[in-house]
């Protein structure tokens, strides 16, 4: 039973990585699901301290996950407008069925919403949606940070108790 409780938590941790990238899967939930499954084996004993940390930066990284890429387009000048695109055009860049379209969908969201709000000022427009696909990359890179930091303590602990596992 332990050697499953490893793989699956192996594959989670694996998963979480990916979904750094892909708005799909949820990344460091995954990841983190990995790191209690590991837990869960009877080989390991338990680190509440390493758990509640996870725990911790995954909740925070959640939040911000969505907080972000709205904060960008702030930050570049857009509007309420921009903002409120910025995260509609995620949900609709997540449900179509096009390439990249999490990425697309938030520039898009945000130019349109700030088309709609100042119908003159393309540049300003254009200005807002960068900011909001500058957000996105940093979103993602903070995601992808978090979930190589639970790959490595999993390997860690893995690699710390390998004779209890066998």
């Known amino acids: 039973m ?11 941790v694996i998963l979480g990585i990916l979904g750094s990238f892909l ?10 699901i990995g790191l209690l499954l590991l837990y869960c084996t009877d080989a390991i004993p338990v680190n509440y301290w ?3 940390i ?3 930066l995954t909740l925070l990284l959640t939040i911000l996950d ?14 309420t407008y921009g903002i409120w695109g910025t995260n509609i ?3 609709i860049g997540l449900l179509t069925p096009i390439p990249f379209g999490f990425i697309i969908g938030p520039f898009l969201g945000a130019f349109i919403g700030e088309m709609l709000y100042d119908n003159k000022d393309h540049q300003r ?5 960068t900011g909001s696909f500058i957000g996105f990359l940093a979103s993602s890179f903070l995601k992808f940070i978090v979930c190589s930091v639970h790959l490595g303590v999993f390997v860690w602990i893995v690699w710390q108790h390998k004779a209890n596992l066998l």
């Open 89 to 91: 055009g995620l949900v």
């Open 125 to 129: 427009a254009l200005k807002a949606a």
């Open 50 to 52: 390493i758990l509640s």
């Open 2 to 12: 332990d050697i499953l409780l490893l793989s699956v938590g192996f594959l989670f």
């Open 23 to 32: 708005p799909l899967l949820p990344g460091p939930s995954l990841s983190f």
């Open 54 to 56: 996870s725990l911790g």
């Open 66 to 79: 969505y907080v972000i890429p709205a904060k960008g387009t702030k930050k570049f000048g857009g509007s």
